[in-house]
């Protein structure tokens, strides 16, 4: 039988989709209350997505991520995914704006090894959660570096995106070498 082993806390981020600053404010703040100070962010970047946003959100959006200092459990992510869902509904009413959505935030976290993506949408290389939300590993740190796959968003391929990764990756590490639950591989001898 296999043994149940230590499963790592996570670095949580959230994704902020917005064309206006105030909706912008609003989201930071509202997530700061909820989980708590950030600790990195990336710049503002240009989000484009192929137009699927422009009919609820309007054009020119912009996109920021922002990783958060403390650390959660990663078997939340789905309701990570289903309380952004609610602010974007609370957003829409407390900020008025002429898009129906105002705002989008995409929860997820880091790893050591992978950024996971949480998403209501379903395709053949994503995982279902439950109450309709999927996961879906966008990154994954391999020979010391970020690397994509056929199917991580064209912003997510960024090097400020990977950059951001990056950073929360060292955060994470610093904490589990505190904790003393870092994993060490035991070392292989050969010729034994």
Known sequence: MAVIQFVEPVVRFCAVITRHDAVRDWAIRRLNEAWGETFVQTPQMPFEAGGYYTREMGGELEKTIV?????????????WKTQTNLW????????????????????????????????????????????????????????????????????????????????????????????RKFRNRPSSKRGD
């Not at 990783?67 to 309701?79: E, I, K, N, W, Y």
């Open 67 to 79: 990783g958060f200092r403390d650390f959660a459990d990663p078997a939340g992510l789905a309701d």
């Open 88 to 179: 974007e509904l609370e957003c829409a009413q407390a900020i008025p704006t002429d898009e129906p959505r105002p705002l989008n935030l995409d929860p997820g976290y880091v790893t050591q090894a992978k950024l996971v993506l949480a998403t209501t949408k379903d395709r053949d290389h994503r995982i279902y959660l439950h109450d309709g939300m999927f996961a879906e590993v966008t990154l994954t740190y391999v020979h010391r570096q970020w690397i994509d796959h056929r199917w991580t968003y064209p912003d997510y391929r960024t090097d400020d995106v990977k950059q951001f990764a990056q950073q929360c990756r060292e955060h994470l590490r610093a904490h589990l070498k505190s904790i």
